[in-house]
T-cell receptor, first 112, second 112 residues
Framework: DTEVTQTPKHLVMGMTNKKSLKCEQHMGHRAMYWYKQKAKKPPELMFVYSYEKLSINESVPSRFSPECPNSSLLNLHLHALQPEDSALYLC???????????FGPGTRLLVL | AQSVTQLDSQVPVFEEAPVELRCNYSSSVSVYLFWYVQYPNQGLQLLLKYLSGSTLVKGINGFEAEFNKSQTSFHLRKPSVHISDTAEYFCAVTLGGGKLIFGQGTELSVKP
């Protein structure tokens, strides 16, 4: 089973709202990733967690706050977003030290 | 620095015709190579990967790719496409450490 699940599928939020995106995998992967994808563009890496510790932050604005509460779960907390943050947010996971990443279906976010 | 170039942004093809989607990468060291497919309004699905070993890699849905180190290429091929293959295809490369570098994508459009 190579399934990564993401909730919600769609999210609409105002610029003053606080919301969270959730990602879950039960494959025993110890590395998890957040990507942002704008329309007609490739995914851009935001964060990497390895063994529940943040290992890569690609200079993402602080209005995006990742959290990895356990080895199966990855959250992305959103606060005071801008309309340009509207995008598809993809989660991925892999075995630590193994390069193949498996992606979830994404959360499509619209910031009004 | 690594980079990935997908030489065609759009590839229109008729059903049951063969197709080749081209990918070139730039790196002075060994890399790992991937092809992902993204259907409309979905996440990325792994088609195939080259980590080591045989340079001809077979993937899902009848796709295959050949790693050519001298030409730094990893072109994706399918001998006979179906309407259902219409999607965006991304080539990606990594040196390791979790940072996938994606090409700009190729939109494959299969016409009846």
């Amino acid at each position: 089973d190579t399934e990564v699940t993401q909730t919600p599928k769609h999210l609409v939020m105002g610029m003053t709202n606080k919301k969270s995106l959730k990602c879950e995998q039960h494959m025993g992967h110890r590395a998890m990733y957040w990507y942002k994808q704008k329309a007609k563009k490739p995914p851009e890496l935001m964060f990497v967690y390895s063994y529940e510790k943040l290992s890569i932050n690609e200079s993402v604005p602080s209005r995006f706050s990742p959290e990895c509460p356990n080895s199966s779960l990855l959250n992305l907390h959103l606060h005071a977003l801008q309309p340009e943050d509207s995008a598809l947010y993809l989660c991925a996971s892999s075995w630590a030290g193994e390069e193949t990443q498996y992606f979830g279906p994404g959360t499509r976010l619209l910031v009004l | 620095a690594q980079s990935v170039t997908q030489l065609d942004s759009q590839v229109p093809v008729f059903e049951e015709a063969p197709v080749e989607l081209r990918c070139n990468y730039s790196s002075s060291v060994s890399v790992y190579l991937f092809w992902y497919v993204q259907y409309p309004n979905q996440g990325l699905q792994l088609l195939l990967k080259y980590l080591s070993g045989s340079t001809l890699v077979k993937g899902i849905n009848g796709f295959e790719a050949e790693f050519n180190k001298s030409q730094t290429s990893f072109h994706l091929r399918k001998p006979s496409v179906h309407i259902s293959d219409t999607a965006e295809y991304f080539c990606a490369v990594t040196l390791g450490g979790g940072k996938l570098i994606f090409g700009q994508g190729t939109e494959l459009s299969v016409k009846p």
